[in-house]
């Protein structure tokens, strides 16, 4: 989602950058540049937006594509595309560790989901026996996922499913040797 969103900002931006300076000449452009000059002064600014890339104060660089905002109507433009993109950027690297959390608890099961799948019977059965160890820790998308293996029949090998049901007895006799208050 965050890297859709700067997919569209890198669409949107030169096109929005060229119409203002249509409109209201807010860019000073050497002559001689093509119609990609905007497209160049987006990713020149993307680069100095970017923390970890911004090689223009050290170096002493302008905009790789030779345009220059002029006025405060290019300077505004020009701030508000780098807000937006430090904005987005943020949001991926939210997202990224979100991910990375929900796959380290066990709520994201696709892997496993994906092993169970497949057609190697070892990484089906690391998969029950991943998903038996998220069970213990009473996550409850492992526990359904092994109930499914059960009642799936025709999906599964009868192997694959004995599998399951001694993890959901496993679960099960772990959670009734709990006090069901504290």
């Known amino acids: ?14 096109l ?22 905007h497209a160049a002064y987006t ?25 220059t905002a002029t006025g405060l109507g290019g300077r505004h ?6 807000m937006l993109m430090d904005l987005a950027l943020i949001a991926a690297v939210l997202q990224l560790l979100s991910v990375m959390e929900r796959v380290a608890s066990g709520r994201d099961l696709r892997r496993l989901q994906d092993m169970l799948d497949g057609d190697d019977d070892d990484a089906a059965q690391s998969a029950i026996k991943r998903l038996g160890q998220l069970g213990l820790r009473n ?6 996922a092994l109930v ?11 192997e694959l499913r004995i599998e399951a049901a001694d993890a959901l007895q496993d679960i099960g006799d772990t959670l009734m040797d709990k006090p069901l208050l504290l």
């Open 1 to 14: 989602e965050a890297m859709f969103a700067i997919a569209c900002i890198f669409l949107v931006a030169p």
């Open 16 to 37: 929005l950058f060229y119409r203002l300076d249509q409109a209201f000449v807010l860019f000073e452009k050497p002559d001689g540049l093509g119609p990609w000059a």
């Open 43 to 67: 990713l020149g600014e993307f680069l100095k937006a970017v923390p970890l890339l911004d090689y223009s104060e050290v170096y002493s660089v302008q905009n790789i594509s030779g345009i």
């Open 77 to 82: 433009a020009t701030f508000v595309f780098r």
């Open 139 to 144: 996550q409850i998308n492992a526990q359904r």
């Open 148 to 158: 499914a293996v059960l009642d799936q029949t025709d999906r599964y090998p009868p």
